[in-house]
T-cell receptor
Framework: GESVGLHLPTLSVQEGDNSIINCAYS??????FIWYKQESGKGPQFIID?????DKRQGQRVTVLLNKTVKHLSLQIAATQPGDSAVYFC???????????FGSGTRLQVQP | EADIYQTPRYLVIGTGKKITLECSQT?????MYWYQQDPGMELHLIHY???????EKGDLSSESTVSRIRTEHFPLTLESARPSHTSQYLC??????????FGSGTQLSVL
């Protein structure tokens, strides 16, 4: 069946380093992808999105890369800060689905 | 910042009680959703609505029900809570650009 999953359940980085969080999806019909950040006890917070007609999109300190050939999505965080510590979810949607499908999340731990 | 609110923030109740989790948004979004999330796990869609008087069940089977009498309000009800219902319940609404905005969630514990 369709699924969205993450390669690494926990990622630990040093403050100031760049972080890369990966995500694989299996639905080739997916045409919209979003990264969410979820801090403890809070709802997911939108970070950045990308549509399937793009392969890269940049935001403030974040970049999302989409490789449709291998159905892979990544989130790059530049100069990671302690405030970036959270669980990060990727989510996908295709035009035939009713809502976003979420992966299982990656916990990012930033070491000072 | 999204204007979507959930109450209560935390709820501890006994088995067999009827509960309603409230969700309201002030953005005028037609599409609203309820997700269930266990700690550290992915979000599972349990209900959604595309507008007033429109409600559908999601991917994850749930014993809860929802209603959508007003655009801004999308409450979720459990007629008889059980310990297996213990979880976090997240409400969301979607704008015309497909962006999903979440509330802070209700952490439900059924004893």
């Amino acid at each position: 069946g369709e699924s969205v999953g993450l390669h690494l359940p926990t990622l630990s980085v040093q403050e100031g380093d760049n972080s890369i969080i990966n995500c694989a999806y299996s639905n080739s019909a997916s045409d919209y992808f979003i990264w969410y950040k979820q801090e403890s006890g809070k709802g997911p917070q939108f970070i950045i999105d990308i549509r399937s007609n793009m392969d890269k999109r940049q935001g403030q300190r974040v970049t999302v890369l989409l490789n449709k050939t291998v159905k892979h999505l990544s989130l790059q965080i530049a100069a990671t800060q302690p405030g970036d510590s959270a669980v990060y979810f990727c989510a996908e949607m295709d035009t035939g689905r009713r809502a976003l499908t979420f992966g299982s999340g990656t916990r990012l731990q930033v070491q000072p | 910042e999204a204007d979507i609110y959930q109450t209560p923030r935390y709820l501890v109740i006994g088995t067999g009680k009827k509960i309603t989790l409230e969700c309201s948004q002030t953005m005028g979004h037609d599409k609203m959703y309820w997700y269930q999330q266990d700690p550290g796990m992915e979000l599972h869609l349990i209900h959604y609505s595309y507008g007033v008087n429109s409600t559908e069940k999601g991917d994850l089977s749930s014993e809860s029900t929802v209603s959508r009498i007003r655009t801004e309000h999308f409450p979720l009800t459990l007629e008889s809570a059980r310990p297996s219902h213990t979880s976090q319940y997240l409400c969301a609404s979607r704008d015309h650009n497909e962006k999903l905005f979440f509330g802070s969630g209700t952490q439900l514990s059924v004893l």
